[in-house]
């Protein structure tokens, strides 16, 4: 069943419960007023002939005398035409029932049953279902008044009829408009599957939703919006990555190609052509080699499985300012404060081995490099030509080198790979020139407290 039509029976489910509850609770409540109202009449009269009924000094002669009678009128207390189509019957202490003439005998109540006071009860007479007073009459035994109910059961049979009705008819009505209601809520819904659709059908991830709305539907749709972007852009940028990766590989790839098409005429090549020949090729293999690592290193993600935990991030600054030093890379600085972060080390490692990197790579021989973590913010400071303010949002780019860094080794990502690590940890990247010369490279991430 469809999303739509399980709206539509739920709804229409809803409403039949919701009838039903309430024409139960009418039938009842109507049930009760109309037999109360019976019984209230026949405790009324029973109670005027329990009233009258001593004044009748001749009553006990009367009774012997009479098996079949009429009572008087001043013993009902009220007029012979209020208790047309009522029955009444006297139980005598001796066994014997007076009852009018041409009237079925009501169903006996023996004396003891009305010692506690009047008894009410459902009884049938000759196929007619009447309610039955019975109340005790003293010396002369038990006192029976009745009267039919068949206008009652046929006021509660229509009323039956028509709650079961409105019942049946209100369900209906509910699923219908349930089901118009569940249309017409669905149809950004509808959209989005369609939407869905179409993108999986032709990998359109131009295609968008138009948002009509602020509630869950309409939150729904803009987070569906939002997700196509993202895929767009990274569809985009594998494309880019695949394109200048493409492009990038050529260079290494022809010179390495060249080396050994050269190496492989050996005996027109001197030892000092050959061993200048091999070394160049294991440059441009060392060179291919950290391109590939890098490019993978982009395009995988390959830190996203790696836990998230408490990082101290001046603690990792400092092992790579002492890898470096270890490396004899020239004189690094540190002043780094604890900076606690929620992290991935080894990303964070990387990203900070990265800005040395670059920044040896620029520095001028001789000179100090300056590393500083402060609240989150880690910076590396070089003393070389510095970066001219045109190239500073560029530099974060994938594969970009300027024109001066084309003479230097390199892939061009290391500091993407900065770029990307910090944004995947919250913060973001930065480019500053250096007060006395040089240049002022790093990440800001929030940091955590406690």
Do not use: C
Request: net charge negative; no cysteine.
């Amino acid at each position: 069943m469809s999303l739509r039509g399980r709206i539509a029976t739920v709804a229409a489910v809803a409403v039949a419960v919701a009838i039903i509850v309430v024409s139960a609770a009418a039938y009842i409540a109507a049930r009760a007023e109309l037999r109360g109202q019976v019984d209230a009449a026949l405790l009324r009269r029973a109670m005027a002939v329990e009233d009258t009924v001593e004044r009748f000094e001749q009553f006990e002669q009367f009774v012997s005398q009479n098996r079949r009678f009429r009572v008087p009128a001043s013993i009902l207390g009220g007029r012979p035409s209020d208790f047309d189509v009522v029955y009444y019957q006297l139980n005598l202490p001796n066994g014997g029932v007076m009852i009018p003439a041409d009237q079925p005998t009501l169903p006996g109540v023996s004396k003891d049953a009305v010692a506690g006071g009047p008894v009410l009860s459902d009884e049938t007479v000759n196929d007619v279902h009447v309610r039955m007073a019975a109340i005790d009459a003293g010396p002369f035994g038990v006192w029976q008044i009745a009267r039919p109910l068949t206008e009652v059961d046929a006021t509660l049979s229509g009323l039956a009829a028509i709650l079961v009705t409105v019942g049946i008819v209100g369900s209906l009505l509910a699923g219908v408009i349930g089901l118009l209601v569940a249309r017409s809520a669905l149809k950004p819904i509808d959209d989005l599957t369609n939407a869905a659709e179409h993108v999986a059908q032709t990998r359109d991830l131009g295609a968008r939703i138009h948002i009509e709305s602020n509630d869950e539907v309409g939150r729904l749709a803009r987070s569906f919006n939002a997700m196509l972007a993202a895929l767009d852009e990274s569809r985009a940028q594998q494309r880019r990555l695949v394109r200048d990766a493409g492009h990038e590989l050529k260079t290494p790839l022809t010179a390495l190609r060249t080396n050994i098409e050269v190496l492989a005429k050996t005996d027109q090549l001197t030892d000092e052509l050959r061993e200048e020949l091999v070394s160049a090729a294991q440059a441009e293999v060392i060179d291919l080699s950290a391109l590939v690592t890098e490019i993978v290193d982009l395009a995988s993600d390959r830190y996203d499985e790696l836990p998230i935990e408490r990082v101290a991030l001046g603690e990792l600054a400092e092992v790579s300012v002492v890898r470096a030093r270890r490396r004899g890379e020239g004189e690094i600085r540190l002043d780094a404060d604890a900076s606690p972060v929620m992290g991935r080390a080894p990303a964070l490692e990387r990203a900070v081995d990265n800005l040395l990197k670059n920044a040896l790579r620029w520095n001028k021989a001789g000179k100090a490099i300056d590393v500083t973590v402060a609240d989150g913010r880690l910076a590396v400071r070089d003393r070389g030509p510095g970066i001219p303010v045109a190239e500073r949002d560029a530099v974060f780019d994938r594969f970009y080198r300027s024109t001066i860094a084309r003479s230097y080794p390199g892939s061009g990502l290391g500091l993407s790979i900065v770029k990307q690590v910090a944004e995947d940890h919250g913060g973001e990247v930065f480019v500053e020139a250096a007060p006395d010369g040089g240049a002022v490279v790093g990440f800001k991430i929030p940091v955590t407290g406690g």
